[in-house]
């Protein structure tokens, strides 16, 4: 049985014709930006995450780039970044003029901790990114807290994931979410999103997503042309709704997972105490994880290694990331791997997995990467 790494379209069926019925009512409005829609979630999408303000922008890396801007980080400043993540986390601090500083993680829940922001500290950091990686809330309230420091919440992977009672994008000084069309809370080609409950940030992220202006005629700062559109806004305020529904649908298929025995075949992601992951991605570990995504994708389960090569390794961060040593990093680039996961992953699919799992190990042991007989493991 094949099995696909995402599926995001079965969810979305039952909702085809609504859909359709909203995007064709913006199209007849003939309002396209910044109009009744982006307002209408910005409120609605605010109210679900528990802060005051949501600013809609374009697409998550903007959201990331705006975000530290309006929380006061300029040329001459650092950011502490972890490297185990999506490029954008990093990249999006250069517009600024600041400079990446890149943090280990802990290498069993792939996020940064007090520990290893702190060890990466200086007297010119003026702020700190932490990721809610693979939809798992990183210990940002604490972070912030120990730090004193603004904490910008890079929550693209985390729609819908809960920390001690509060949702991600409600975490930090400052949260930024994407709604790339294979995240837990899509849109139909780029979107973001800034949330916030600090009045000031938010007036300043309205100012910098419209070329640094409040009212089109008098431009206060080099901003962004970096607005949320009204169809995607108003397919988000049709998805919303449904959002908690596909958390829940993505926790019962780790617990069905994990039910079904498959921490005896690999090492399981860790979850912290009180905390809800979204799952957006249920990564694994396996010291051999490349040669097992290799293998099982012969099988027609699909799985993939993220971030082979961490963002401090990656060509353009050669100016910062030059003799950076973040042995968690190294490890978990090198042993993870990203299973099936949706909504909608049936008991069936999850034993599919796991039996190609465990069928896959049992090859590599017989007929080890690089053999005669074997195949050598994918490129990363």
């Not at 995007?23 to 802060?51: K, M, S, W």
């Not at 943090?103 to 990114?129: F, G, Q």
């Not at 039910?259 to 051999?288: I, K, Q």
Request: with cysteine; hydrophobic share 45%; aromatic share 6%.
């Amino acid at each position: 049985m094949p099995v696909a790494l995402f599926d995001t379209s079965t969810p979305l069926e039952p909702l085809r014709r609504e859909i359709i019925e909203r995007l064709t009512g913006v199209v007849n409005d003939g309002r396209y930006i910044l109009g009744p829609e982006v307002r209408g979630f910005e409120q609605e999408f605010a109210e679900y995450l528990g802060v005051a303000h949501v600013v809609g922008v374009a697409n998550g890396t903007d959201a990331l780039t705006i975000a530290l801007r309006a929380a006061g980080v300029g040329p001459g400043d650092e950011v502490v970044v972890p490297s185990f993540t999506f490029y954008a986390s990093a990249e999006a601090i250069l517009p600024t003029g600041a400079t990446p500083v890149f943090c280990d993680v802990d290498v069993e829940s792939a996020n940064v901790t007090v520990e290893t922001v702190s060890a990466a500290l200086t007297p010119r950091t003026k702020a700190v990114i932490a990721v809610d990686l693979f939809g798992s809330p990183a210990p940002v309230a604490e972070i912030r807290e120990r730090t004193g420091l603004p904490v910008i919440e890079d929550a693209a992977q985390a729609a819908g994931a809960v920390a001690q009672g509060r949702h991600a994008g409600s975490l930090g000084t400052v949260a930024t979410f994407s709604f790339f069309p294979s995240k837990n809370l899509p849109c139909f080609g780029d979107g973001g999103a800034i949330a916030t409950d600090d009045e000031q940030i938010a007036e300043q992220a309205r100012v910098l997503r419209f070329h640094g202006s409040r009212d089109k005629t008098t431009f206060e700062h080099l901003g962004y042309n970096s607005r949320l559109d009204e169809l995607q806004a108003a397919l988000l305020r049709v998805l919303l709704p449904h959002l908690d529904a596909w958390t829940a649908g993505r926790r019962a298929a780790a617990a069905k997972y994990e039910s079904a025995g498959l921490g005896e075949h690999v090492t399981l992601p860790a979850v912290a105490p009180a905390h809800e992951p979204a799952w957006h991605l249920y990564v694994v570990r396996h010291p051999d994880a490349e040669h097992l995504g290799s293998v099982l994708e012969r099988t027609g389960v699909e799985a993939r290694g993220y971030y082979r090569t961490p963002v401090h390794r990656q060509p353009a961060m050669a100016r910062w990331g030059a003799g950076v040593e973040l042995p968690a990093t190294e490890e978990l680039a090198r042993t993870n791997l990203a299973i099936p996961m949706s909504p909608v992953l049936t008991s069936e699919q999850a034993r599919e997995v796991i039996s190609a799992i465990a069928g896959a190990l049992a090859s590599m042991q017989a007929t080890p990467a690089g053999s005669a007989s074997g195949s050598p493991p994918s490129g990363g």
